[in-house]
């Protein structure tokens, strides 16, 4: 059973920064790609972030291009999510989620199989 733990989460004032990170249990996590998504209260669950299996390639939501990184150790089974420059309007829950056997980065939650339990991440004006 594939299992995802995401911490890193907290409250922070409008203009500093977090890393959330996310453990994925498993032997095969250099053979998924990886995908970050944030839900806010009464809004759908929109894709933040992507990366491929070797970390060679990544994608950005418009919203976050250029204040967040998205980036992968391998090694330690783990995605993370670099959030610098944080506004309001990131505030929301954050989920880490695995792709299996893909080729390209996908933005549609339908297409990750696996999910984490998600992180809130509370930015205050």
């Known amino acids: 059973q594939v299992q995802l733990v995401e911490s890193g989460g907290g409250l922070v004032q409008a203009g500093g920064s977090l890393r959330l990170s996310c453990v994925v249990s498993?032997?095969?996590?250099?053979?998924?790609?990886m995908g970050w998504f944030r839900q806010a209260p009464g809004k759908e669950r929109d894709f933040v972030a992507g990366i491929m299996q070797s970390g060679s390639r990544t994608y950005y939501a418009d919203s976050v291009k250029g204040r967040f990184t998205i980036s992968r150790e391998n090694a330690k089974n783990t995605v993370y999510l670099q959030m610098n420059s944080l506004k309001p309007e990131d505030t929301a829950v954050y989920y880490c989620?695995?792709?299996?056997?893909?080729?390209?980065?996908?933005?549609?939650?339908?297409?990750?199989?696996?999910w984490g339990q998600g992180t809130q991440v509370t930015v205050s004006s």
């Open positions: 498993g032997q095969t996590f250099s053979s998924y790609s």
């Open positions: 989620a695995a792709r299996v056997g893909s080729w390209y980065i996908s933005g549609r939650r339908s297409e990750y199989a696996y």
